[in-house]
DNA sequence: CTGAAAGCGCTTACAG
DNA sequence: CTGAAAGCGCTTACAG
């Protein structure tokens, strides 16, 4: 068996001796000059400074040793940690790996690697995202809140730590309080939820009483400047798109289900604004998750309803669809002739159970995060105004309704 | 309007305007006091060697200023990132999302961040996620390697970073050369391998000849005293059990799909062992991947036998039984009927489907490895000698077959 | 052109 | 009991 040559290197033995990853220290001792220059020659393509010889011997004895460079101690020196933060109510929720996926496919290639923060769609699993974040953990953050605001947010984007929120915001916005929140004085706020943050949690108490405690300070709507981004399909659009279809289709008597928070509230406005204007009336039934077994749950209740039971069901993801798609055959039923059942979201299963739905482009919702946030981690990106997003959705229609 | 008491503050108001995040030292020029004495009034419970006024002072301003310990600088100092790895194939396969739920929900509350790293089941893929850790990116890896092995995560457990594996061992193991792998002279081994990936990566086209580049170290077939960890459950067994289930449900045509690597090579051996004492013919379609279009295309192939074609088909995962289903159907076929299908791994859209498959307890699976690296990343942990800890399957039965 | 020093923010061993 | 110094590994501005 032939000997590799590094086998015979006495500092290589040396070094699985001592067990610990090598230095530029290490090979600037082995090759005879200082730190900095090791430092030198392994960033720069070019050095100068730096006799060919002496560069030759740097790059030979980095191999050799196999070097890495240090990663926490670049973050440090340079301030950038090369990783990106993904908070996400539910990475078991199909539609969010697509998402993480295409961040992932940007993220990547440029150098970054990327954080999963699950926050079970709760307000303190946001907050504690947003604490973590703020210990300098990541140099940017994607993430789908359902609680937190702008305000909340900035906290984030004082610090640098750019921020693209994923679902925040419909096209025509002002029907729905919540994208009136904007902040005017951005320093206050600023000092003023660091104050609340650190001194006790009151602003949360304050949110979970409805007062948005951002009100203290926006007095003035003018849209402040922070360097929030936003990446979003037109949820409102969307669910209006979909009940016109079911209204087509002939239905009449169409329920809505939903979870408390998030998504669902927009998606809830379109739908009621189209039932409305055909002068219809409007059934929610409210969840507290946007799950299968809430689905079904859900589904359940509006069966009991007996013969004044709808004829069409909108579930606002599709894990509640398949949920209620799931109970109503339970049920006996048959879908779609004694009741359709739509969603929104289109997750891979939806395609394999024939469900009608909206499509979001989950994927280029995640690269065209990742790219936004990149790009306002380049030098100066910072400064830009925040940007909306927006992407096509499209009703897949298939067997369910 | 009332003022917060913060914003009447200098000091926080000056902070605000820096925009930077405030940091020990800033706390100590407030207080009057060392930035040592900040660091130990922030870190240690009780002080005695500082006065209560003091402490009380220091643990105001901190509050104030809202400051957050920056997270790069403690890792270097400590050495340990807080953060654990988690290398898969791909997390947009639905038995991924719940084991790394497993790995967050252990994770989060011990304090450490989840980063996510998707080889795509490829030998480049799971060599740069070694790289990117041996640059010191988190304190651990759960990983389900497709390629690599023992040696090639040596280059890690040398470093001090554990490794848990998924799905790496067999119970009853001595029949496939890769349980074979286990090297003894651990340093010759490390050296060896530091140089191979630091030169050039000779050793993974060694690999790919077939050639394992272990072998040049393990003479010796004494276990090392490497800390790698295994979680996983018994693919062998339970892929015969499912086996025995269909051959017990009279099949005797029994095909199965599988991908070129990864576990299926496992699972393709308990349905031949027991096809074998069976003795039925065996009968595999190999792709490439994993997914539904891999278990599509195999399906289409099946049925393209036309008489001969098989009367129950086994994907390795249920992706691959999944998509041989819909192809089936596409075809006009009905299950079980005209062909019974079965998978592996039981993810949520199984039982939607009501597809026959093995349950692998994911959530369980996940969060064992998280708990098995917490325990290494205890002081001594990482002495222990590597743990086999094997889950219990579950055949799941349902309607496809 | 060349090499040594400062400093990122933190923790802990150590000197007064 | 109290407070200042060393040092984790790195990059870059700066002095010779």
């Known amino acids: 068996m032939e000997i590799p040559r590094a086998m015979d290197d006495r500092r290589v033995r040396h070094k699985a001796r001592s067990s610990a990853r090598p230095t530029q220290k290490d090979i600037a001792a082995a090759a005879g000059v200082s730190q900095a220059t090791v430092s030198m020659v392994l960033n720069k393509a070019e050095t100068p400074s730096v006799p060919d010889a002496t560069r030759a011997r740097i790059l030979k004895l980095a191999g050799e040793l196999a070097y890495q460079p240090n990663h926490p101690a670049r973050t440090l020196r340079n301030a950038r940690t090369m990783t990106l933060a993904c908070v996400i109510p539910d990475i078991t929720n199909p539609f969010y790996p697509g998402l993480v996926r295409g961040l992932q496919t940007i993220a990547a290639p ?196 007996g013969r004044k039971r709808p004829t069409a069901v909108f579930g606002a993801n599709d894990m509640l669809a398949l949920g209620a798609m799931q109970a109503a055959q339970a049920a006996g039923l048959t879908i779609p002739q004694d009741i359709a059942v739509v969603g929104f979201d289109d997750i891979p299963t939806a395609k394999l159970l024939g469900l009608t739905t909206v499509r979001q482009p989950e994927f280029e919702l995640g690269s065209l995060a990742a790219r936004t946030l990149i790009e306002r981690l380049q030098p100066g990106g910072l400064k830009a105004p925040g940007k909306s997003l927006e992407l096509k959705f499209e009703i897949v229609e298939r067997s369910s309704a």
Chains 1, 2 share one sequence.
């Open 110 to 305: 440029a150098g970054y690697d990327v954080l999963i923060y699950d926050t079970d769609g709760l307000v303190e699993g946001e907050q504690r995202a947003i604490n973590w974040l703020q210990q300098g953990r990541a140099d940017g953050v994607v993430g789908a809140f359902f609680h937190l605001r702008a305000p909340d947010l900035a906290v984030l984007a004082r610090n640098t730590i750019p921020v693209v929120r994923l679902e925040s915001q419909n096209k025509a916005r002002g029907t729905l309080p919540i994208d009136s929140v904007f902040i005017d004085n951005t320093e206050a706020a600023a000092a003023m939820t660091r104050f609340l943050i650190g001194v006790s949690y009151t602003h949360l108490d304050v949110y979970k009483r409805q007062i948005p405690v951002v009100r203290l300070e926006s007095q003035n709507k003018a849209r402040g400047t922070l360097p929030i981004d936003s990446v979003f399909i037109d949820n409102t659009e969307a669910a209006a798109a979909m009940t016109r279809f079911l209204i087509g289709r002939g239905h009449r008597r169409i329920a809505m289900i939903l979870g408390e928070f998030g998504p669902g509230q927009r998606r809830a406005l379109g739908y009621e604004t189209v039932m409305r204007d055909a002068g219809l009336a409007t059934d929610f039934i409210t969840d507290k998750t946007y799950s299968a077994e809430a689905g079904a749950r859900a589904m359940q209740s509006l069966l009991a309803k």
